[in-house]
T-cell receptor
Framework: TQLLEQSPQFLSIQEGENLTVYCNSS?????LQWYRQEPGEGPVLLVT?????EVKKLKRLTFQFGDARKDSSLHITAAQPGDTGLYLC???????????FGKGTRLHILP | KAGVTQTPRYLIKTRGQQVTLSCSPI?????VSWYQQTPGQGLQFLFE???????NKGNFPGRFSGRQFSNSRSEMNVSTLELGDSALYLC??????????FGSGTRLTVV
């Protein structure tokens, strides 16, 4: 059973377009993290959201944590080729904050 | 500040052999987690160590084991290797579980 569902699995868009990727679950998380991973490297942490409804911005990236802390979205404005990569969401579950990862959205920005 | 260091980067082993992978976390990080990443399953949690104690464990067979030393360095061991164990093995360290810093991984190929 996949606890964290990410959609879409793949996305290929032109440079300059906007996009949103989603991370959904039926579980409540104490916090949720977004990572970007490039080929041959480990994931790199982009942001951690903790409070339901929280919105964080990182330049052209906007992250939102759902009010019920079960879902999250990542919106990219004016995508650039450097945004290409695998975007992973990860939620902290339970008393021990066990971290569960989604399978990721593979994003390709065409120049 | 040095990042998370994993050795070796690449490894080729034969079925039935055993392998030990090493991870040096960021100085001051006492939590070290291990993940297996494959194209089909994404990032699968193996185990987490905190102050030399295994705090969480994923759903992997007993052939997968790990340990953490007093200096927070960690090792994972896989015995009786199978072809399906071929994967990228990632180590991540954390100070407060609100975000992980990953190493570049060890690419294990079992032939």
């Amino acid at each position: 059973t996949q606890l964290l569902e990410q959609s879409p699995q793949f996305l290929s868009i032109q440079e300059g377009e906007n996009l949103t990727v989603y991370c959904n679950s039926s579980s409540v998380f104490s916090s949720l993290q977004w990572y970007r991973q490039e080929p041959g490297e480990g994931p790199v942490l982009l942001v951690t959201v903790v409070t339901g409804g929280e919105v964080k911005k990182l330049k052209r990236l906007t992250f939102q944590f759902g009010d019920a802390r079960k879902d999250s979205s990542l919106h990219i404005t004016a995508a650039q080729p450097g945004d290409t990569g695998l975007y992973l969401c990860a939620g902290a579950l339970g008393r021990d904050d066990k971290i569960i990862f989604g399978k990721g959205t593979r994003l390709h920005i065409l120049p | 500040k040095a990042g998370v260091t994993q050795t070796p980067r690449y490894l080729i082993k034969t079925r039935g052999q055993q392998v030990t992978l090493s991870c040096s976390p960021i100085s001051g990080h006492r939590s070290v987690s291990w993940y297996q990443q494959t194209p089909g399953q994404g990032l699968q949690f193996l185990f987490e160590y905190f102050s030399e104690t295994q705090r969480n464990k994923g759903n992997f067979p007993g052939r997968f084991s790990g340990r953490q030393f007093s200096n927070s360095r960690s090792e994972m061991n896989v015995s009786t290797l199978e072809l399906g164990d071929s994967a990228l093995y990632l180590c991540a360290s954390s100070f407060n579980l609100r975000g992980y810093t990953f190493g570049s991984g060890t690419r294990l190929t079992v032939v």
